[in-house]
């Protein structure tokens, strides 16, 4: 079972409690939110320099690049997660 951190954790400075796990879940969905902020905004964009085609290649084009940031911020955000789960871990060994 995980621990939840809380507002107050932010300011314990023993640091017995991680506020990152937290943070990462709150950044993941930021990003989520942002990049379909961003896939609409190149719909409309290309829909209105080029129309029908621009709204077919909006799509494609705005829904590669979509799934491309959030494949990146996945991976980053999952490694700065395993080391989280390494320490935990190591913990328990000693």
């Not at 084009?61 to 959030?70: D, M, P, T, Y």
């Amino acid at each position: 079972m995980e621990e939840q951190a809380g507002l107050g954790d932010i300011f314990d400075l023993t640091f017995t409690k991680f506020v990152t796990p937290v943070v990462i879940r709150v950044v993941y969905i930021l990003v989520m939110v942002l990049a379909a902020i961003g896939w609409l905004l190149a719909i409309i964009s290309a829909t209105n320099s080029n129309g029908f085609v621009g709204f077919l290649a909006g799509i494609v084009f705005g829904g590669l690049a979509f799934i491309i940031v959030l494949l990146l911020y996945r991976v980053m955000l999952e490694v700065v997660m395993v080391v989280f789960a390494i320490k935990k871990n190591t913990d328990r060994l000693q």
